[in-house]
């Protein structure tokens, strides 16, 4: 007896053998085609934002009007819904204009926005989504402190229950956004079990006791504001507590599984943008008769930078199609970042060497790459927390 196997169709009538399609869907395509024109229409000032130490306002208010803020939000809260892939997608064009504008865009959608989507009651979605998804409100997320950066569940900032509100003492470090963010997501400890202890609040800026404290002096990503929030005897309604006492702690590392592709999509396009210049560079450097003068060695650096760039895209949207299914990604995010953020900062450092003089000099595009691919390795878990995440995972 012969068995024949239908190599195409699965009992279920799907494709069971389906080859993954490497290509953006058309929606996708045109969804990047947008997120090109506002590049092209509104980060030209990334120079200047960066000269000046200045927030990019006009940038992210553009972005907000493009409906670029809302990209993690369910259409029922006025989000275009949109998932992490089009964010990710999203946030490469943005940061290989504009790394400032990109992480504040990051941090809003990928963090604030996701986390509130995925953990909030429906009224607490009604209340504070309305802001955030046109941009009136920009969103910060505080989870680091003095003594808790890596160790994150070290924290010591404190939210005591007294009747209908809580206590809230502490400060918070290293916030992405800090002085320009309206809402805050803020881990604090209601109890004394390390992982168990802490829950996640709601905190919005202009409340008693809320201040923002030292601005910090940064190599790179100087357009996006990171400072210190103080939180001094701030009385936090129990109604802003997110999901329950307890589970602070799973929603701050599942939500960065999230944010970790946002900062994976910015290295990529921090590295995309370092590989333009050294192809651009290498191309128009020719003889009289019009022959490449690079060297071998330069276009080896070139074809190695790009081979690893469209491998990492992928490695980031395979997280990202896992998470837009529901399926935990750590692993896999892990991997996204660790390897793109390596990338990023390999491809500047390239670009740098590549175009001489001129690309170590502050006048050009290379050294603020350069500068600004340096955090990636660092934020959001460093490149040594991405491997003991990735190798938990692998051992799990
Ligand atoms: N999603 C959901 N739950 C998660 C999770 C995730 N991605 N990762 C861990 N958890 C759960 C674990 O399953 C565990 O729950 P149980 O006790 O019920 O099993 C709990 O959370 C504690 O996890 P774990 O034991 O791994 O905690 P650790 O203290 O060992 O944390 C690392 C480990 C280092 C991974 C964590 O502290 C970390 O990611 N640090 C970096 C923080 C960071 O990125 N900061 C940047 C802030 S923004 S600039």
């Known amino acids: 007896m012969t068995t024949s196997i239908d190599m195409t169709t699965s009992a ?102 996701s986390l509130l989507g995925k953990w909030c009651s429906d009224e607490q979605k009604r209340r504070w989504f309305p802001k955030l998804v046109t941009g009136e409100w920009l969103g910060a997320y505080c989870l680091s402190e003095a003594y808790s950066g890596s160790d994150a569940a070290a924290l010591r900032c404190e939210a005591k229950r007294e009747g209908d509100h809580y206590v809230m003492n502490g400060a918070k470090l290293w916030i992405t ?67 329950e006492e307890g589970v602070g702690f799973k929603i701050a590392l599942d939500t960065l599984d999230g944010g970790r592709l946002g900062i994976a999509s910015q290295a990529l396009g921090i590295a995309a943008g370092s590989i333009e210049l050294i192809r651009d560079h290498l ?35 395979r997280a990202a199609v896992l998470r837009d299914r529901g399926v935990r990604c750590s692993t896999e995010a892990a991997m996204a970042k660790n390897t793109a953020s390596r990338l990023a900062n390999r491809a500047a450092r390239a670009a740098v060497s590549i175009l001489g003089q001129q690309g170590a000099s502050g006048a050009t595009v ?3 790459l350069l500068r600004d691919a340096r955090i990636t390795e660092i934020y959001e878990g460093a490149t040594d927390i991405q491997r003991l995440v990735i190798a938990r995972g692998l051992m799990s």
Not at 42 to 53: F, I, S, T
Not at 56 to 76: F, N, Q, S, Y
Not at 286 to 299: C, H, I, N, Y
Request: charged share 25%; glycine share 8%; net charge negative.
């Open 12 to 113: 279920t009538g799907t494709d069971s053998l389906q080859v993954p399609d490497f290509e953006l869907s058309p929606e996708l395509a045109a969804f990047r085609d947008r997120v090109r024109e506002y590049a092209d229409n509104h980060l030209g000032r990334a120079p200047e934002y960066d000269k000046n130490v200045e927030f990019p306002g006009d940038a992210v208010k553009a972005a907000a009007e493009a409906g670029l803020l809302c990209t993690t939000v369910a259409k029922e809260y006025g989000g275009s819904a949109m998932g992490n892939v089009a964010s990710c997608v999203m946030l490469e064009e943005i940061n290989k204009r504009c790394a400032s504008t990109g992480v504040t865009i990051s941090v809003h959608n990928s963090l604030v926005n």
């Open 366 to 368: 290379a050294e603020r």
């Open 283 to 317: 191309a128009s450097n020719v003889d009289a008769k019009g022959r490449p003068l690079a060297s071998q060695a330069d276009q080896w650096t070139l074809a190695d930078l790009a081979s690893e760039l469209d491998a990492y895209r992928f490695l980031t949207w």
């Open 177 to 243: 956004t800090g002085s320009e963010a309206e809402l805050f997501v803020v881990f604090a400890r209601t109890g004394e079990d390390r992982v168990n202890g802490i829950s996640a609040f709601v905190v919005e800026k202009s409340w008693e006791g809320v201040g923002v404290g030292k601005k910090e002096r940064k190599l790179g990503l100087r357009g996006s504001p990171t400072t210190e929030i103080v939180l001094e005897n701030v009385k936090v309604p129990a109604d802003c507590l997110i999901a």
